[in-house]
Nanobody, 124 residues
Framework: VQLQASGGGLVQAGGSLRLSCAAS????????LGWFRQAPGKEREFVAA????????AYADSVKGRFTISRDGAKNTVYLQMSSLKAEDTAVYYCAFDLTGAVVHTTSGPYDYWGQGTQVTVSS
């Protein structure tokens, strides 16, 4: 499975950005696509995740109400709409793919494949 993330950039605090991540290769009928982020000097942290059907989602408390994850199952693509961005949202954002899809995991261990990362910078 290959993951191609896009949509990062520089935005002012309070602004919005939308990230996309397309999965290709041997995906499965049931999988989880998630977003993690890593700020300089910090550990990678969970942001949000969604099942292929869209029926199951999970969000980190720090982004609830500001970020929305969605997907296009036919295109194997996940989106992360980020609004009301804050300086502390600045990080490299990674999409991740869990092949089994049984549980919407909020830790990085169960995810099998990772994208290359896209930089999001929020200026205050």
């Amino acid at each position: 499975v290959q993951l191609q993330a896009s949509g990062g950039g520089l935005v002012q605090a309070g602004g919005s950005l939308r990230l996309s991540c397309a999965a290709s290769g041997r995906t499965s009928s049931s999988y989880i696509l998630g977003w993690f982020r890593q700020a300089p000097g910090k550990e990678r942290e969970f942001v949000a995740a969604i099942s292929r059907s869209g029926g199951r989602t999970a969000y980190a408390d720090s982004v609830k109400g500001r970020f929305t994850i969605s997907r296009d199952g036919a295109k194997n693509t996940v989106y992360l709409q980020m609004s009301s961005l804050k300086a502390e949202d600045t990080a490299v954002y990674y999409c991740a793919f869990d092949l089994t899809g049984a549980v919407v995991h909020t830790t990085s261990g169960p995810y099998d494949y990772w994208g290359q990362g896209t930089q999001v910078t929020v200026s205050s």
